[in-house]
């Protein structure tokens, strides 16, 4: 199957405007038409998934452009590659547990304020009652 830039921005939930910026930083693979508009494959869908992927890890344009060099090398870079993946996976597992560790906290305030409004704790998180408090 083959896509114009609208169609590939619209099934991959992108603007047409990255895509072409894609294009032009060399790491979407195209064809021309005859009119010289690009089009897309459905290898050009993979290395988009792949891009915006790596895009999401906060991996720069420039550490992509690297990767695709050393996946269009071949399986003498196979080695490299891989470690490229291993460091994003590790920065990947980093920002999840990060991640975590805010939703922990958030849920601890979600059940904290509950207690609050239950009537199960008093209201320790008024700070206009501390600082009259505080002034007795």
């Given at each position: 199957m083959?896509y114009?830039?609208?169609?590939?921005?619209?099934?991959?939930?992108?603007?047409?405007h990255?895509?072409?910026?894609?294009?032009?930083?060399?790491?979407?693979?195209?064809?021309?038409?005859?009119?010289?508009?690009?089009?897309?494959?459905?290898?050009?869908?993979?290395?988009?998934?792949s891009?915006?992927?790596?895009?999401?890890?906060?991996?720069?344009?420039?550490?992509?452009?690297?990767?695709?060099r050393?996946?269009?090398?071949g399986?003498?870079?196979?080695?490299?590659?891989?470690?490229?993946?291993?460091?994003?996976?590790?920065?990947?597992y980093?920002?999840l547990?990060e991640?975590?560790d805010?939703?922990?906290?958030m849920?601890?305030?979600?059940r904290?304020?509950?207690d609050?409004?239950?009537?199960?704790?008093p209201?320790?998180t008024?700070?206009?009652?501390?600082?009259?408090?505080?002034?007795?």
């Amino acid at each position: 199957m083959t896509y114009t830039v609208k169609e590939l921005a619209d099934k991959m939930g992108t603007t047409q405007h990255t895509i072409r910026f894609y294009t032009d930083q060399g790491l979407l693979p195209c064809q021309r038409d005859k009119n010289n508009h690009r089009i897309f494959d459905d290898e050009s869908v993979n290395w988009l998934n792949s891009i915006q992927c790596l895009r999401k890890c906060g991996i720069s344009i420039e550490d992509i452009q690297t990767y695709c060099r050393l996946c269009e090398e071949g399986d003498g870079k196979l080695p490299e590659r891989y470690g490229f993946i291993l460091k994003q996976r590790e920065l990947a597992y980093r920002r999840l547990k990060e991640a975590q560790d805010v939703v922990n906290y958030m849920e601890q305030k979600v059940r904290h304020y509950e207690d609050i409004i239950s009537h199960i704790i008093p209201d320790d998180t008024n700070m206009a009652d501390k600082k009259n408090l505080s002034h007795s």
